[in-house]
């Protein structure tokens, strides 16, 4: 009698499938068959898959609220300005600016020469760049950089720097 190739499986999630094995050679369908019983079946895999999916999802979105969250906080803490661009962009950028300036004062004025008044300037300087997409480009950009971006700021990243005018 030939092996068979259908495999009655009953799945540790407690669902029964039979599983036509014809694929695999004759001598190796008990052994896969043996293992699928230790996998959940088909379905059970798939929505289980999807639930992890969906938990990373969730769980990206959280953190980046709380991002945002302690970003905004920090941007009133330091008075930086709103900045200007699309609804998306703006939080992006409100994001990139916090991270980016934090990163600069640990590298030029916690672990490096940089005054605190010299700071201050640096500081000053970073408020008048309200353009959000600027500070998205900068985002990748190395702490101690951050001085000589600014200088290369144009008055289009500066929309606001001379509001009397
Ligand atoms: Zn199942």
């Not at 938990?55 to 990206?60: G, N, T």
């Not at 009133?76 to 600016?97: I, K």
């Amino acid at each position: 009698m030939a092996v068979k190739t259908i495999w009655p499986i009953n799945h540790i999630c407690g669902h029964h499938a039979d599983r036509d094995l014809s694929d695999r050679p004759a001598d190796r369908r008990a052994g896969f068959a043996e293992w699928l019983a230790r996998q959940e079946c088909t379905d059970c895999w798939r929505a289980s898959k999807k639930g992890n999916e969906q938990d990373k999802v969730a769980w990206l979105k959280a953190k980046r609220a709380e991002e945002q969250d302690a970003s905004e906080s920090w941007s009133e803490q330091y008075r930086m300005p709103p900045l200007e661009g699309t609804e998306r962009a703006v939080s992006w950028g409100v994001r990139c600016r916090h991270q980016i300036l934090t990163a600069a004062y640990t590298a030029l004025v916690t672990e490096g020469e940089t005054s605190e008044t010299e700071w201050e300037g640096v500081e000053e300087s970073a408020r008048t760049v309200t353009r959000a997409g600027w500070w998205i480009d900068q985002r990748s950009s190395q702490p101690d950089d951050l001085t000589e971006l600014l200088q290369a700021a144009t008055g289009a990243d500066r929309p606001t720097e001379n509001p009397y005018f």
